[in-house]
C-alpha cells in the first residue's frame, strides 16, 4: 500500500521575543494573569516587512536540508495559513518562487488552526493516488498582524512562526505499523462562525479587521471536539491510546492541552508542549512542535503520532502518523 512517509521537517521563529511583561505595558493584564490562565510565557513576534511567505520559506529550507533533498525534488507545496501575504495569489506560489521550485503545483489551505492538519490530509491524498511524489506541508502565521492589540482577552494569546515537513511515498503493508500517515480525519461546523473570527475580508467590502473570539464557549468545544476525533482516529485504526508515542497538538493555551490530555487519558509526559514558548501559532503550531520534539530527540523514528488541531470554523481534526 502507498504511504506518505516523512522526510524531515523544520521550523523557524521571528527573533524578537515579546514577553508577558511586554505585552503588560500595552494592555491592562499582567504575567501572573496570562501564565495561570494559559501556561502562556513568551511569544515570537514577526518583524516589519516580515511576511507569512518568509517565515514558511526558512521554515521549508530547514525541513528540506532535514530531509537531504532540494526544492527541484518537490512536485506539491501544500501551504496552511490564516494570514496569507495578500489576498492572492496563495502564500504557497510565493514560497515555491522563493525556494527556486519551477515545476510542480503550490496552493493554500485556509481551516484557522486546524490548517495544518487539513494540509497533511490533502497532501497524503495526493500523493496516495499518485498526483505527486514529493511535497511539501507547511504551517505559516503572522497572527501578530490580525490582532487587536487593545483587546487584552485575545491579545496575549496568539503568536507568529512557521513549520514544515517533507513527505515522500514509501510502501506499506495497508496496517496501523506502516511507516508514514496512517489516516486524517477533518471536521467541520460553519454554525459557530461568530466564536472565533476575523471581521473584513475581500468580498466583505471592509478592509481585513481583528480577531475576535467568544474565549469560553471556544475552550468549551475544543475540549469535546479533539477528544471525540482522537478517539476517531484510534478506532479507525484498531488502535488503543497506549500505542501512542507523542499527542502533538494544536497549540491553543495549556488548559486546553491538559483537559484534553486528561479527557482523553494520555499521561503529560507524551505530550509535546510548546505554547510556553510560541503561545498560539494557529497552523503553524503544530510543524514547530513536531519540528521542536525531532530536534530534542523524544520523537524516534517508527514512533506513533497523533497529531490534533480545531479551530475557527469550527474545524477540527486529526492525523495518525508513524514516523
Ligand atoms: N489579563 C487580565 N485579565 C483578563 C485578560 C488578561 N489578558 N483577559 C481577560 N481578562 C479578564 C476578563 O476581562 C474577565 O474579567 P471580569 O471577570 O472582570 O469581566 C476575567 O479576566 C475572566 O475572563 P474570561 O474570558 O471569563 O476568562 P477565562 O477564564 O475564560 O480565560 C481565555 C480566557 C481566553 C484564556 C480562555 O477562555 C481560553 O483559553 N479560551 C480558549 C481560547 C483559545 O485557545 N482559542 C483559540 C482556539 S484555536
Redesign the pocket.
Known amino acids: 500500500m502507498r504511504r506518505s512517509v516523512a522526510l524531515g521537517c523544520g521550523a523557524y521563529l521571528p527573533e524578537r521575543r515579546m514577553t508577558n511583561d511586554d505585552i503588560a505595558r500595552i494592555?491592562?493584564?499582567?504575567d501572573q494573569?496570562?501564565v495561570e490562565?494559559?501556561g502562556i510565557r513568551e511569544r515570537r513576534i514577526a518583524a516589519v516587512g516580515e511576511r507569512t511567505s518568509d517565515l514558511a520559506t526558512r521554515a521549508a529550507e530547514a525541513a528540506l536540508a532535514a530531509a537531504g533533498i532540494g526544492a527541484s525534488d518537490l512536485d506539491l507545496i501544500v501551504l496552511a495559513t490564516a494570514t496569507p501575504d495578500d489576498t492572492f495569489p496563495a502564500t504557497a506560489t510565493k514560497v515555491q518562487a522563493a525556494l527556486g521550485m519551477r515545476r510542480g503545483a503550490a496552493f493554500d489551505v485556509q481551516a484557522?488552526?486546524s490548517g495544518f492538519v487539513y494540509a497533511l490530509a490533502v497532501a497524503d491524498s495526493m500523493l496516495r493516488c499518485g498526483q505527486a511524489a514529493t511535497a511539501l506541508v507547511i504551517g505559516a502565521e503572522t497572527f501578530s498582524r490580525i490582532l487587536d492589540w487593545t483587546d487584552?482577552?485575545t491579545c496575549?494569546?496568539f503568536g507568529d512562526g512557521a513549520g514544515a515537513l517533507v513527505l515522500g511515498v514509501g510502501e506499506g503493508q495497508g496496517d496501523k505499523r506502516d511507516r508514514g500517515v496512517l489516516s486524517s480525519h477533518l471536521h467541520s461546523d460553519g454554525r459557530y462562525h461568530d466564536l472565533?473570527y476575523v471581521d473584513g475580508g475581500p468580498s466583505s467590502g471592509a478592509a481585513v479587521g481583528h480577531l475576535r473570539?467568544a474565549?469560553?464557549d471556544?475552550?468549551k468545544h475544543?475540549v469535546t471536539n479533539l477528544s471525540a476525533v482522537v478517539e476517531e482516529a484510534l478506532t479507525a485504526n484498531g488502535l488503543v491510546l497506549d500505542e501512542v508515542d507523542w499527542l502533538v497538538p494544536?497549540q491553543?493555551?495549556r488548559?486546553?492541552l491538559d483537559s484534553t490530555a486528561r479527557k482523553i487519558g494520555i499521561p503529560a509526559e507524551k505530550v509535546i508542549v510548546t505554547v510556553d514558548r510560541h503561545a498560539?501559532t494557529?497552523a503553524a503550531s503544530i510543524p514547530l512542535a513536531l519540528a521542536a520534539g525531532v530536534a530534542d530527540g523524544r520523537i524516534q523514528r517508527g514512533h506513533l503520532l497523533l497529531l490534533e488541531a480545531?479551530?475557527?470554523g469550527f474545524t477540527w481534526g486529526a492525523n495518525l502518523l508513524r514516523w
Open positions: 494592555v491592562d493584564t499582567d494573569w496570562i490562565r494559559t484557522v488552526c487584552r482577552s496575549v494569546l472565533l473570539m474565549g469560553r471556544v475552550f475544543a494544536h491553543a493555551n488548559r486546553i498560539n494557529s480545531m479551530g475557527g
